[in-house]
């Protein structure tokens, strides 16, 4: 069984992983802020290393469907990341170029985050929620993908109205 972790100190490095059936698809390191039982603060400078999904040629791998490998990649905004335990959600708040605010908010809608020792796993659900910086509007965002992913029998119809009624809740 896996070793989880008690809490996280202010400053420590973990790695949040988003994994499908077992298998590493996205890997990124990041700064705890704070861990307290409600909320997983964390911070991820721009130009951060993370391990991406490619396929064997280098390109995108949208779906975790066939072989991919994971690649090199520079995170490309400064973000906060916001993880709240037992929730099918994290926020990440992107803040413009010379750090003084978050200009975008991102509800990744994914499985609740599983500690680990240096840092959590998760499943992505496909569907996302883009939020202005301001919190006045929003839109889904890769309803493309989450129908893909039916198609391909990647998730069941229960799940995906699972994740609608969650989007939904504010």
Request: with cysteine; glycine share 8%; charged share 25%.
């Amino acid at each position: 069984a896996p070793v989880m972790a008690a809490t996280w100190a202010p400053g420590e490095t973990i790695v949040g992983q988003s994994v499908w059936e077992g298998k590493v698809r996205v890997a990124c390191p990041m700064f705890v802020i704070h861990d307290r039982p409600d909320v997983l603060a964390a911070y991820i400078p721009r130009g951060t290393i993370a391990r991406q999904a490619r396929t064997p040629g280098g390109e995108t791998v949208r779906l975790p469907l066939g072989e991919w490998v994971l690649m090199d990649e520079a995170w490309t905004k400064a973000t906060l990341m916001l993880a709240f335990p037992g929730r099918r959600y994290r926020l990440l708040g992107f803040w413009d170029v010379p750090h003084e605010r978050i200009i975008t908010w991102y509800a990744n809608l994914e499985t609740p985050m599983e500690r680990l020792r240096h840092g959590f796993t998760f499943t992505d659900l496909f569907l996302d929620v883009v939020i202005s910086g301001d919190l006045r509007a929003w839109r889904c965002k890769d309803e493309d993908e989450l129908n893909e992913a039916l198609q391909a029998g990647l998730l069941t119809n229960d799940q995906a109205r699972s994740n609608s009624r969650h989007r939904l809740r504010r």
